[in-house]
């Protein structure tokens, strides 16, 4: 059973950036694409980008664009998120999931069939 693991979370002030890790284990885990989620107090979780783990394509939120940069191990089964210039509503718990399929939409969480237990970034004004 494969599993996601997240790090690197943490408390920035705005402005400032942090890096997150996701690292897949558990069998022969290959995904087609892994991605992240987050999920804001109070709100329902929300697509952030994901990276198609082959040729590395990447994908963003309008919200996240040009600002957050995704990029892979394929080595060590690892996705990380790469934010700069942070912002207080950039506050969530964010989520690694993996898809194993290609897909017509990344955004939508049925697509992804794993989950990590997710890692909190508070941005600060």
């Known amino acids: 059973q494969a599993q996601l693991a997240e790090s690197g979370g943490g408390a920035v002030q705005a402005g400032g950036s942090l890096r997150l890790s996701c690292v897949a284990s558990?069998?022969?885990?290959?995904?087609?694409?892994m991605g992240w989620f987050r999920q804001k107090p109070g709100k329902e979780r929300e697509f952030v980008g994901t990276l198609i783990m082959s040729y590395g394509r990447a994908y963003y939120a309008d919200s996240v664009q040009g600002r957050f940069t995704l990029s892979r191990d394929n080595d060590k089964n690892a996705l990380y998120l790469q934010m700069n210039s942070l912002k207080p509503e950039d506050t969530a718990v964010y989520y690694c999931a993996a898809a194993m399929y290609a897909s017509l939409d990344y955004t939508r969480e049925r697509q992804y069939a794993y989950w990590g237990p997710g890692t909190q970034v508070t941005v600060s004004s």
């Open positions: 558990g069998g022969s885990f290959s995904a087609y694409a």
